[in-house]
């Protein structure tokens, strides 16, 4: 079965999220995320740039559409 994901929320720089799976060493500080920019990708999706909560020199760039996921992220 497909999955179709719909943002209902604007994903703006500022907000906070969350991983909503705990790692393998159970949830972590390092699962609250920043959203630092959203801009589109050169294959047209926009993409949302993170940084950690814990560890401002770690990031990472998620399509909006697995930010807006909510079996994935949950907004805090």
Known sequence: MDRVI??????EP??????????IYGRSAASEW????????TDG??????VSVSDSTTRKTLAVTVLADPA???AL
Not at 34 to 41: A, H, L, Q, S
């Open 72 to 74: 994935q992220f949950e």
């Open 45 to 50: 999706i926009m993409y949302a740039r993170l």
């Open 34 to 41: 920043i959203v630092e920019d959203v801009r589109p990708g």
């Open 6 to 11: 719909v943002a209902k929320a604007k994903i």
């Open 14 to 23: 500022g907000q906070r999220y969350r991983d909503v799976r705990a790692g």
